[in-house]
């Protein structure tokens, strides 16, 4: 009997083990210093922002939406890149561009429509 308990808390440890390093963006979590394909990264944001309108965030228009541009800007404490995605629907002319900032290591640090 303690060999099933203790094989089933051992199972139960690595299943919440692997979805905790998930991070809720599945592979989009990122650890360490190694920067991350810029592929990667765009995957990212596109997961991300699909997220942001479900969530109510932003408008549902912007799910179907690609990517614009991806550029190395200087943030406040590193090189980030900077996503672009233009939603010319959007009748507000302020918002017709989302912007994502990632690390060169693929974490995200934020979203708006000032570019800043």
Known sequence: MKKIITMAIVTLSA??????NAGG???CHFHGHAPVKEAVIVGCASERK????????IDASWKSIS???????EGKKMKELKLSFKNPAEKDASKQTLYMFYSL?????AANFTGM
């Open 15 to 20: 299943l919440a083990a692997t979805s905790a």
């Open 25 to 27: 963006g599945g592979n």
């Open 67 to 73: 990517l614009d541009k991806v550029e190395t800007v």
């Open 105 to 109: 290591t693929g974490n995200f640090i």
């Open 50 to 57: 699909a997220a942001l309108a479900d969530n109510g965030k």
